[in-house]
């Protein structure tokens, strides 16, 4: 969980900037900054559950495939 709100500190700081950047609006860019990175940081944290999930069977996988 700490990766996942790692990301999403970075996320949201970048998404102000590039909402302010490009608006010049500090309200725009606020808006940007909550409702895109709130949605990819909860994408992103099942995103990763997934993976470790293929991975974990994609290793049980491996394991059993080995000769005796």
Same mark, same amino acid.
């Given at each position: 969980?700490?990766?996942? *709100?790692?990301?999403? =500190? %970075?996320?949201?700081?970048? /998404?102000?900037? &590039?909402?302010? *950047?490009?608006?010049? =609006? %500090?309200?725009?860019?606020? /808006?940007?900054? &909550?409702?895109?990175?709130?949605?990819?940081?909860?994408?992103?944290?099942?995103?990763?559950?997934?993976?470790?999930?293929?991975?974990?069977?994609?290793?049980?996988?491996?394991?059993?495939?080995?000769?005796?």
């Amino acid at each position: 969980m700490t990766k996942t *709100l790692s990301f999403a =500190s %970075l996320h949201f700081t970048v /998404a102000f900037l &590039l909402g302010w *950047l490009f608006t010049g =609006s %500090l309200l725009v860019g606020g /808006a940007l900054a &909550l409702v895109e990175p709130a949605c990819n940081t909860v994408v992103f944290h099942f995103h990763e559950k997934v993976w470790k999930r293929i991975e974990r069977r994609r290793a049980e996988r491996a394991m059993r495939a080995m000769p005796v």
